[in-house]
């Protein structure tokens, strides 16, 4: 079996031994060359100072300190091993949440003198917060409590009130002598009480987590691959879930849905793909797609929201500023935003939180974020991926926090929980090849995107459902019409904005469904007879005139205008975007401020309604 | 699905990701080209990362004029075969001051050879972003190096001063004459190169093959013996079966001996090896601390 990957944190303070217990698992097993020791020799004041080998910068080594994350290879035949090392003061939380960012484990370290100290819940807090789910607590310095397991045991006492707070983590203790090597790389003969692996065999056996994540597919479109004049590949690499030749995805931030036409595969051709891995993938159909959007399972997509609740950790020099514009950077899109609310700060110590009124370099606080574009995440603790960004400040280009989102800002959610979203049955009427279901498509996506709940039925789709067993009669034609009322009055009930795109060309049946749903919006869809039969989008005008149709509206059969219509749109005189914008208009002047929705649809194949 | 990927393609995924970021957040980027393992590496996730098309950026090479003749043959092959766009600079400037390892110390030597011909070169090309094959395992101040290396208007590398870098979120963002060195290899190890070598089958300049060469034996080092090498009274050049750990300018990269002259010998070797790859690099071994040096200055 091929080796794989185990990225590792470690925390400590100097004092704990953090550095030589990486220069000891390095160490002892041979991952250090003859002539990177002999250089820590020539350093070394007496012996071989195994702290040496991790002190990578001057100022480091002057000063005796870890100054940055640093980090450091070593395998054995099972695993490779990537080791972040950062330095343990409080002054750089920055760099162990740094490290711990992309750390499966965390090694946190305690003298076994000391025992639990307040930064070992600081460590354990951070690594918890980052993500990390399984913690080593390596209890060093046993040597100089004579092998003790007595003094072991309280300190696991100690450690077992502090992790009944890290819910859901896999925890082990392991009684070290970093200095003489005991239980790091080989089992220790001074501590026979101890009958657990040692540190490495420990880090080579443990399962590795599960890749396997509980969300479904989403790649992040990072770049698009364009060559042959009409070829477009859009690269990314998979943040979640597996991704087959033929699979439905659905694109954010436009709600269309596609398949996957090929899987762009360098010398191979195995048409499936699955996270962490980078690939370009080929749809059917032509669309807007380019760096920022996202393709996805359409039965399980990424939440979609403009305001969301995120712990951030503070890590620049100037404090945050409430209202002030940044960049946040998620995913593959960049895009502004402020800082709305800030809603605690956490403290680390006693892992409560607590109001505040500032957010200071290394602190770690909830706040409300506003982002001017649609963020599509998913809460961090699903998937680090779609759930983490950072700040950038747009002046000086420094990074200012790493920020995990919780959710759609909950403010909003009780706001609509509090307010519930009125219903509304918008109905477009008017000739066929008018613009009904371009301009009912344009309003969906814009409502969906603003996070109100919405649903688009077509009246062909309807015709291919649920009035199958309707024809083309006057009375054929009422009945269709009173069902997709019906149908959207259901909807509208449950604060749902239904938009109706269908010809319904009676004013009487019109008029009746007026009487009968609440919030019903009339939107005549307007373009003369000629207009329509040149547009003639779905050949029937031709058909109809030929005499092969019967009874199609506008030919054969009458078409009666509506009288007093909330909206009407003249779509031989206006463009696609006044129209919407006119019924936007209408819309919010009476819809709450918007939330975040999950639905999605699937766009309809046309027949004659 | 319940794959879990190779350590390998894990690594693969990550620098193809990261090439991707600096190809799509930059318009002018560059990669710099050394013709030896790192770079060939690059090569193939280059290709692998664009692929049907070819790379959005040219290759760089900063040719000294002391690569071995083997290199240069390389390269033009390779570049040629590949179709990739390839700019050679060479530092014409210090080579007419007649700058060499023998007269001016290897540390001037590269501090104009390579560190400032670097500089001018992305100057001149006004490039933004170049990506380099550098990985943080070679040496312990490239340990502490992030995967977007910020460097101000004068190439500097500020180790104080580096942008926190969680997750794999970049932040490419920099003022006009600002640059970034971007090292997509960061995460590998010289075994993983070598590794992603043999599984994948890509070519590698032969000089890293074991072979009977001419050499001079300079204390430790081995040296591959030419006509423009001075010898020291009494010197004699020597043929020995070895091969190149890694590839620089002829005066100041040492061999090792070796026998292994397969890819899986090559890995066999590594795996057992006590030395490190930069020992035989005679500009690391100058002073402690000398990459940290050089990589303040603008070494890449």
Do not use: F, I
């Given at each position: 079996m091929e080796p794989q990957l185990l990225r590792l944190t470690t925390a400590g303070s100097v004092d704990d031994g953090k550095s030589t217990l990486i220069g000891r698992l390095l160490h002892d097993s041979d991952a250090v060359y003859e002539d990177q020791l002999q250089a820590v020799r020539k350093v070394s004041r007496g012996g071989l100072d195994l702290a040496l080998l991790t002190d990578g910068l001057r100022a480091e080594r002057e000063q005796g300190i870890t100054i940055d994350v640093a980090y450091r290879y070593f395998s054995t035949p099972r695993r490779r091993f990537i080791i972040a090392d950062t330095p343990g003061h409080e002054e750089y939380t920055r760099n162990m949440a740094t490290g711990a960012s992309t750390a499966e484990l965390a090694l946190i370290l305690l003298d076994a003198r000391k025992g639990v100290l307040p930064q070992t819940r600081r460590h354990a807090c951070i690594a918890w917060l980052l993500g990390i789910r399984r913690i080593v607590f390596v209890i060093n310095k046993m040597d100089a409590v004579a092998y003790s397991e007595e003094v072991f045991q309280g300190v696991c006492q100690e450690l077992a009130a502090l992790t009944e707070q890290l819910d859901g983590c896999l925890l082990h203790n392991i009684p070290v002598s970093a200095l003489e090597g005991d239980n790091v790389v080989r089992r220790s003969d001074h501590m026979p009480w101890f009958r657990g692996d040692c540190l490495l065999e420990y880090l080579e056996t443990l399962p590795l987590e599960n890749t396997e994540s509980a969300l479904d597919f989403r790649l992040p479109v990072q770049y698009v691959i364009r060559d042959q004049p009409d070829f477009r590949a859009y690269a990314g690499q998979i943040a979640a879930g597996s991704v087959q030749v033929g699979d439905e995805v659905l694109i954010l931030p436009s709600y269309q849905v596609t398949r996957v036409s090929t899987i762009c595969e360098f010398e191979r051709n195995s048409g499936s793909a699955y996270a962490p891995m980078s690939v370009s993938l080929c749809l059917d159909g032509q669309f807007d797609v380019g760096r920022g959007s996202m393709l996805c399972s359409p039965a399980n997509p990424p939440q979609v929201a403009q305001q969301v609740q995120a712990r951030v950790i503070w890590m620049a020099e100037t404090p945050m500023k409430l209202h002030h514009p940044y960049l946040v950077k998620h995913t593959s899109q960049r895009v502004c935003a402020q800082?709305?609310?800030?809603i605690s700060v956490l403290d680390v110590h006693t892992l409560n939180t607590q109001p505040a009124t500032e957010l200071r370099l290394n602190e770690i606080g909830t706040v409300e974020l506003e982002t001017h574009l649609p963020l599509f995440f998913d809460p961090y603790n699903l998937n680090r991926i779609t759930g983490s960004f950072v700040l950038i400040d747009p002046i000086s280009n420094q990074t200012l926090a790493a920020g995990m989102i919780e959710g759609a800002a909950s403010r909003k959610i009780e706001k609509r929980n509090q307010m519930l979203q009125p219903g509304f049955a918008v109905w477009f009427t008017g000739l066929s090849s008018a613009g009904k279901s371009t301009i009912s498509q344009a309003v969906y996506e814009r409502l969906w995107a603003m996070g109100y709940k919405v649903e688009l039925l077509d009246g062909d789709v309807v015709r291919r459902h649920i009035s199958k067993d309707l024809g083309f009669s006057e009375e054929d034609r009422n009945e269709n019409v009173r069902r997709i009322g019906f149908l959207a009055d259901l909807l509208a009930k449950n604060g749902v904005i239904a938009l109706v795109s269908a010809i319904s060309p009676y004013r009487a049946i019109r008029d009746e469904l007026r009487s009968k749903i609440a919030g019903f919006v009339e939107v005549y869809v307007n373009a003369p007879l000629s207009v329509c039969e040149y547009r003639d989008v779905k050949g029937l005008y031709s058909k109809a005139r030929a005499g092969v149709l019967k009874k199609f509206t506008g030919i054969d059969d009458p078409y009666e205008p509506p009288l007093n219509p909330e909206i009407e749109c003249r779509t031989d005189r206006e463009t696609l975007a006044e129209s919407v914008a006119k019924i936007m208009e209408y819309l919010e002047t009476r819809l709450p401020v918007a939330s975040h929705s999950a639905s999605y649809h699937v766009k309809a194949v046309s027949t004659p309604d | 699905m319940n794959s879990q990927l190779s350590h390998i393609k894990a690594l693969e995924a990550e620098s193809i990701h990261i090439m991707r970021e600096v190809a799509a957040e930059f318009s002018r980027p560059v990669m710099l080209y050394s013709i030896g393992k790192d770079s060939s590496v690059m090569l193939r996730l280059a290709q692998k990362a664009f692929y049907p098309a070819r790379p959005p950026f040219p290759l760089l090479h900063i040719d000294t004029t002391y690569k071995f003749r083997e290199m240069t043959e390389f390269r033009d092959r390779i570049c040629a075969e590949l179709g990739f766009k390839l700019i050679v600079h060479v530092p014409s400037e210090a080579r007419e001051q007649g700058v060499n390892p023998f007269k001016f110390g290897t540390q001037k030597c590269c501090a104009l050879l390579k560190t400032k011909s670097l500089l001018d070169a992305l100057a001149h090309g006004a490039f933004e972003a170049a990506l380099g094959g550098a990985r943080r395992e070679e040496e312990k101040s490239r340990a502490k190096e992030r995967v977007y290396s910020f460097r101000d208007v004068h190439g500097q590398w500020d180790p104080k001063n580096q942008r926190p870098e969680p997750w794999n979120l970049f932040n490419g963002r920099i003022d006009k004459g600002e640059t970034i060195r971007v090292f997509p290899l960061s995460n590998w190890t010289e075994l993983d190169v070598w590794e992603y070598i043999n599984q994948e089958n890509i070519p590698v300049v032969p000089l890293y093959f074991a072979h009977e060469r001419q050499m001079l034996i300079r204390g430790d080092l081995l040296i591959p013996y030419m006509q423009d090498v001075p010898l020291l009274p009494g010197e004699t050049p020597q043929t020995i079966m070895c091969r190149f750990r890694s590839l620089g300018c002829r005066f100041c990269t040492g061999a090792v001996r070796s026998t292994a002259t397969t890819l899986p010998e090559i890995i066999d070797e590594l795996r057992t090896v006590r030395w490190s790859e930069r020992q035989n690099r005679i500009i690391d071994l100058d002073q402690e601390g000398s990459m940290e040096l050089k990589k303040r200055e603008g070494y890449f």
């Open positions: 800082v709305s609310r800030l | -």
